[in-house]
C-alpha cells in the first residue's frame, strides 16, 4: 500500500558537505520498498543530513513492526516509521496523533513546529532515544460501510478494524462501543474491503492505492471530520555530532508546506459522493465522545500529559 506515499520532501542543500560523522543505518518503512516513494524521499533526507555530519546508510522495510523491531534491537541506528509505533520510544511524540487532539492542518502545523523548537528538545528525549522528525502524513477519517453511520451513537455495536499493538485505538473502540477486530497496516483495507468490518479508519490517502471504494460500495462513505492526524516520524539512537537532531528536527517541520499539496490532492481524489458531513446536531457527539477517549488515555498513561495540554493550547488560540 502507499499510505505513508506522501510523509517526506525536498530540501535546497548547501554545496559544502563536512566531515562525516561514519556510517549509520536508517531502516525506513515503505510498503512498496526501495522502489518505494517514501524510500526515494528518505534519500533526500539522506543528503540533507550529510550536510550536518552524519552519512547515512537506507534499508528499506515492508513490514513497519519488523522496522521497529530491528531499531529497538540496535539493527539500525535510526528509523522512519507511523507515530502510532513511536509509542514504543516517545509517548511524547506519539501523542500528537491523540486522537480528536488536533483538528486542522494548520493546528497540526502549529504544533509540530512548537516541538521543534529546541524549546522542546527536552520532551524529543527518551532515554537513549531521541526524535528527530515529525512530518504530517494525513488527517484521519473514518469509512463506513453504511453512511448512516454519521453520528457517534451509531457506532455502537458495529464491528471496527483496529491495530492490535495500538492501545490508544483499542480504548476508542471500548469507549464508543465498538467491537475490534484485530488487524495491522498490511491488512486493515482487504477486511474492511471483504466485510469482515463495518468501520475502517485511515487518511485519504488510503483510498486509492487501497481500493478503499470496495468496502464503501454502494451505501458507505467517509466521515468527514479528522479524528486524528496521522504522522511519520524519525527516531535515532547513539553517538550523533553536537546538534544533529536539533537541526534534524528543524529542518523536518521547515518541509510542512511542501508535503500539504500531496494530502490534499488525495482529500480531491475521494469522490464526493463518497463523503459524508457529520450533521451540525451530531457533532457535539463526536467531540464529546473523542475527548472522553483522550481524557481516559492521559489518565492512563497512554498519552503524554504535557503534549495535549499543549495541543490543546494551539488549538484554541
Known amino acids: 500500500m ?63 513492526g519488523v522496522a521497529a523491531a530491528d531499531f529497538r534491537n540496535g539493527k539500525c541506528d535510526a528509523a522512519l516509521i507511523t507515530g502510532v509505533r513511536m509509542q514504543q ?42 526524535v528527530a522528525g515529525i512530518f504530517p502524513s494525513g488527517a484521519v477519517y473514518l469509512y463506513v ?18 491495530m492490535s499493538f495500538d492501545k490508544a485505538a483499542n480504548t476508542m473502540v471500548n469507549v464508543v462501543g465498538a467491537q475490534a477486530v484485530a488487524a495491522d497496516i498490511s491488512s486493515f483495507a482487504s477486511k474492511f474491503n471483504n466485510g469482515s468490518c463495518d468501520i475502517a479508519y485511515a487518511p485519504a490517502t488510503a483510498y486509492t492505492p487501497l481500493e478503499l471504494h470496495k468496502g464503501l460500495g454502494a451505501t458507505g462513505a467517509v466521515v468527514r471530520y479528522p479524528i486524528a492526524q496521522m504522522t511519520l516520524q524519525l527516531v535515532i539512537r547513539g553517538d550523533y555530532p553536537g546538534g544533529f537532531g536539533q537541526k534534524s528536527r528543524e529542518w523536518s517541520a521547515s518541509q510542512f508546506d ?55 493550547q494551539l488549538a484554541n488560540r
Open 2 to 64: 502507499r499510505l505513508l506515499s506522501a510523509v517526506v520532501a525536498t530540501a535546497t542543500l548547501a554545496l559544502a558537505t563536512p566531515a562525516l560523522a561514519g556510517d549509520k543505518t536508517l531502516c525506513v518503512y515503505d510498503p512498496s520498498g526501495a522502489s518505494g516513494p517514501v524510500f526515494q524521499h528518505a534519500e533526500k533526507y539522506q543528503a540533507a543530513a550529510a550536510q550536518w555530519g552524519v552519512s547515512f546508510d537506507l534499508r528499506p522495510f515492508t513490514d513497519e
Open 258 to 312: 511542501a508535503l500539504m499539496p500531496t494530502l490534499k490532492k488525495a482529500e480531491a481524489e475521494v469522490p464526493a459522493k463518497h463523503w459524508v458531513d457529520v450533521p451540525a446536531d451530531q457533532k457535539g457527539g463526536y467531540d464529546a465522545m473523542l475527548s472522553d477517549a483522550r481524557g481516559r488515555m492521559v489518565q492512563d498513561g497512554v498519552y503524554d500529559a504535557t503534549i495535549v495540554k499543549l495541543v490543546e
Open 89 to 130: 520510544f516517545n509517548k511524547a511524540t506519539f501523542s500528537l496523533e491523540a486522537v480528536g487532539l488536533v483538528p486542522s492542518y494548520d493546528v497540526l502545523k502549529s504544533s509540530i513546529t512548537t516541538l521543534a523548537s529546541s524549546k522542546a528538545a527536552r520532551l524529543m528525549t527518551n532515554g537513549t532515544y531521541e
Open 145 to 162: 460501510s453504511d453512511k448512516s453511520m454519521q453520528g457517534a451513537k451509531d457506532l455502537a455495536g458495529k464491528k471496527m478494524c483496529t
